[in-house]
């Protein structure tokens, strides 16, 4: 990677984040009615997780033009976990609030606190991305002395594993606890939110356990079965409230759930890479971050369908402008997995 193409690489996340910061702030101003105040702020939030995605890629990219420093080292997590808890307190916030709305959004952007918290261990847990083509080569399947610990993997796996379990329970507190439809569409999208977080467990392990050297043939199958389940499920979901609401005013929350479907899907691409190439010739590697832009695609035609649909029935205006969010997570994704497949290529 030349250094052209590594600015270019961490200019994607800014440059999404810029958009939903920007683009978020201006829905929140331009009006005070119920879908205005929860779109906005949920598509400003989006940008949080922009941010950590771009933690995660400075913290490779600089690894791999020989760049990283002591100090880097502890920065690019610090700054991620900073914006996970200022979302997280802002969320708090809002659910304290009371605009319209306010149940509803506050939960959302509290699950993007989650969210940004697991993509911060994330880029924690690429501190020793070098290692891995190292570990990859050596044929003795050995732990490399110079990554993790034993204890400080399974650290990072914990950290992001209780962070998904407090998403699912949260889903289910919501679910169980009200009855109202807020608590219906608040507990579906958190539901979606805790499949991301499942997702970003199978990364977070990947990446820990191939820089430590510990990790076995067998997880190649187990990681990338957790994401694709995952996004399978806030699909289905997605789906089924779609169908099961359809004269409804809230059937629109499907359609959010199916962003967070391709979310996941876009996350699984880093964790097929990091499967096929472990031990192994990969010769299609260069061709997976074809499935972030795919499904980056997909977030921002079906948004397109929701703003026309959105002009006849008000409920679509929300899941049109968050998915266009989501198309904006999606695509600071295919800058990641495209810097994961740079830097594990074998050429």
Not at 117 to 135: D, E, G, Q, Y
Not at 279 to 295: C, E, G, Q, S, Y
Not at 309 to 321: H, M, N, S, T
């Amino acid at each position: 990677m030349n250094h052209g193409i590594s600015i270019l690489f961490r200019a994607i996340p800014l440059a999404m984040a810029a958009f939903c910061f920007a683009y978020g702030a201006y829905i929140f101003a331009a009006g005070t009615d119920a879908a205005r105040l929860t779109a906005g702020p949920v598509v400003f939030y989006l940008g949080s997780i922009c941010i950590a995605l771009y933690c995660t890629a400075a913290t490779i990219i600089r690894q791999i033009i020989g760049t990283y420093t002591a100090a880097a080292k502890y920065l690019f997590p610090a700054i991620g976990y900073t914006f996970a808890m200022l979302t997280l307190i802002s969320g708090a916030f809002i659910i304290a609030s009371h605009w319209p709305g306010a149940l509803v959004t506050g939960h959302v952007v509290c699950g993007l606190g989650l969210i940004t918290a697991c993509v911060a261990t994330a880029a924690t847990s690429s501190t020793r991305f070098s290692l891995i083509p190292k570990n990859s080569a050596d044929d003795s399947f050995s732990v490399n002395p110079a990554g993790f610990t034993r204890a400080e993997s399974s650290l990072l796996i914990f950290i992001v594993s209780a962070i998904a379990a407090i998403a699912w329970v949260w889903c289910i507190l919501l679910y169980v606890r009200g009855t109202l439809p807020a608590h219906i569409v608040a507990g579906s999208v958190m539901f979606g939110i805790a499949c991301v977080c499942t997702s970003l467990i199978a990364l977070v392990a990947s990446i820990a356990r191939q820089a430590r050297g510990s990790y076995t043939m067998a997880e190649k199958g187990k990681w990338t079965g957790l994401v694709l389940t995952m996004g399978s499920l806030a699909f289905v979901l997605g789906l089924i409230l779609i169908f099961a609401y359809w004269d409804h005013p809230i059937n629109f929350v499907g359609f959010v759930l199916i962003g967070l479907a391709l979310i996941c899907w876009s996350i699984s691409s880093k964790v097929i890479l990091l499967a096929k190439i472990w031990h192994a010739d990969f010769p299609l590697a260069n061709r997976i971050p074809i499935i972030p832009v795919l499904t980056a695609l997909a977030c921002l035609f079906l948004a397109a369908f929701l703003y026309e649909e959105a002009a006849f029935q008000a409920k679509f205006f929300v899941p049109a402008r968050v998915l266009s969010g989501f198309g904006a997570i999606c695509f600071t994704l295919y800058s990641i997995v495209s810097i994961l497949e740079s830097g594990t290529s074998k050429k």
